[in-house]
């Protein structure tokens, strides 16, 4: 999934040529490059940094001098690139594209993580992704020292309020639910959102095997006391509307996980430089 991106990146920016640095660039130049950090982080990207130089020129040389997760501040050079000077130039946009926006998706993770610190409560990214880069997005949010909730549509089942609407109910969602897992000879695992007490009840009331439950837009007293009535064994999340100024009384419920949107689809890329080396 990575190299297909990768490959699709590429195609999209330089097509049947790289016209700028191939007007005015030897075609056998050799030179150096280093990525500096211009602003307080922490640095995601590496790895794909990595893997971009080896599918477009394998004989370009990246030497890191920091890893995934390191908290930067500016000044930092996040690695060294050598090898040829067009091929440096090609991969320059891509580069700092993938790695300023996951480095923003990693600080803005660590922030929110360091906001439920000594709390039981982990916190989970969502499916609010940029369309093709999820599988960076997802891990950008690992390095941030966030988790991963489901990955996409199919390796999860997960009954949102439009599913249960479109269903008829929570009743013939769930019959409907188990009915297909037994058909099509799944075990996936299924999360259910709740909107109200009383929908939490009725959930509560009926009989099927969830493994969680989503309480989507409770309010911190509203779902401490939702968290009462939920068995153990049954894992809980808490999601909807939840911010940086909030994010803690939510954690302080004893709810098992948060999920918060904005880890990827609102952040700010972190400011970063591929500058030559002469």
Known sequence: ????FIRTALQEDIQDGDHSSLACVPEDAVSTAFLLIKEKGVLAGMQVAQRICEIYDPNLVLKAKLKDGAPVEFGQVAFILEGSARSILAIERLLLNCMQHMS?????????????AGTNCTLLDTRKTS???RILDKYAVKVGGG?????GLYDMIMLKDNHIDYAGGLGPALQRTKAYQESMKLDLKVEVEVRSMDE??????????YHRVML?????????AAL???PQGIET????GITSETIRAYAETGVQYISVGALTHSVKALDMSLKAQL
Do not use: W
């Open 1 to 4: 999934m990575l190299d297909e």
């Open 104 to 116: 923003g998706i990693a600080t803005q993770t660590a922030y929110y993580v360091s906001l439920i």
């Open 131 to 133: 369309p093709g880069m």
């Open 147 to 151: 988790a991963n909730h489901r990955f």
């Open 200 to 209: 939490l009840k009725e959930l509560l009331s009926l009989p099927f095997d």
């Open 216 to 224: 989507d837009n409770f309010t911190p007293k509203d779902l401490k």
């Open 228 to 230: 009462q009535l939920i």
């Open 237 to 240: 999340e808490a999601s909807g």
